[in-house]
């Protein structure tokens, strides 16, 4: 694999983005949002201001499981298939590069627009605040943003194996709006149908194993396990536990659900 190959199909892909705004126009919804919440965000106990990291870090944890991965199904759906569509992908073929370049070329491309729009608008919050976040405060947010952006990563890695499956950009995008149906919407609700069908009896390790199998709930786990209040609130002290909620396991999940995607895209591709 010839890497200058692969970041030269991923410059293009980053500069296409710059150029049609899509990086500033996210990054600008990012911190237009987070504002609003750590200003407003308790309006609804008659408290205006920002009062703790930890209860904007609770609030947007909810923004960013809605919006950021269909922001990146929408980013990457047809990044291969929309290519095939405008005829334009057999003339990339033609080109000095294999299959498996120009995928991981257009993934790390818009993976890269999709990092620097969600950290430019959570980064400027960040920035807004600094007066009233101490350093450990920081490095909280901070992971945060880090967490959204591996979140970002997962659904445009599923995003670019829908587009190389999907026979035109209709389906692709019928199959990426479905995936964040079931990822974001029907997954926790069949997981607690389960759960009180059986009484409470069907949880335990088996239960939080489950829930890694879903980014979404990965990406919560990670942001919400560490504030106490709002830990009890989302009630995972009893749902998931302590033991499991640690960064050494639930990275290397986050970039599972990053690689398996992409390499079965990647797969297909190819043959």
Do not use: C, H
């Not at 969600?118 to 400027?124: A, K, N």
């Not at 007066?131 to 670019?160: C, E, H, K, N, T």
Request: proline share 3%.
């Amino acid at each position: 694999m010839e890497m200058r190959q692969v970041a030269t199909i991923a410059g293009k892909e980053f500069r296409d983005r710059i150029r049609n705004r899509w990086v500033l126009a996210i990054a600008v919804l990012f911190a237009v949002f987070a504002l609003l919440i750590a200003w407003f965000g308790g309006a609804q106990q008659g408290a205006v201001g920002f009062r703790s990291v930890e209860l904007l870090i609770a609030s947007l944890v909810s923004l960013v499981i809605y919006l950021l991965p269909l922001i990146a199904l929408v980013l990457g759906f047809d990044a291969v298939v929309g290519e095939r569509e405008q005829g334009s992908l057999d003339l990339l073929l033609s080109l000095p590069l294999t299959r498996v370049e120009l995928l991981l070329g257009k993934y790390l491309g818009l993976a890269a627009a999709l990092a620097v729009s969600t950290l430019g608008g959570f980064g400027l919050v960040a920035a807004i605040l600094a007066m009233q976040l101490d350093p450990a405060a920081f490095l909280r947010y901070g992971g945060f943003i880090l967490s959204s952006v591996l979140l970002g990563l997962v659904f445009l890695s599923l995003a670019v194996m829908v587009s190389v499956f999907a026979a035109d950009r209709t389906r692709a995008s019928g199959l990426a709006i479905g995936l964040w149906f079931f990822f974001v919407l029907v997954f926790d609700l069949l997981l607690l149908g389960v759960l009180v069908a059986s009484g409470g009896s069907f949880g335990g390790e088996l239960f939080a194993w489950l829930l890694l199998l879903n980014p979404a709930d990965v990406f919560r786990i990670m942001n919400v396990f560490s504030l106490g209040e709002v830990r009890e609130l989302y009630g995972l002290d009893t749902l998931f536990p302590a033991s499991l909620a640690v960064p050494w396991l639930l990275v290397p999940v986050m970039l599972l659900w990053i690689v398996v995607p992409l390499g079965i895209a990647a797969w297909r591709f190819r043959n």
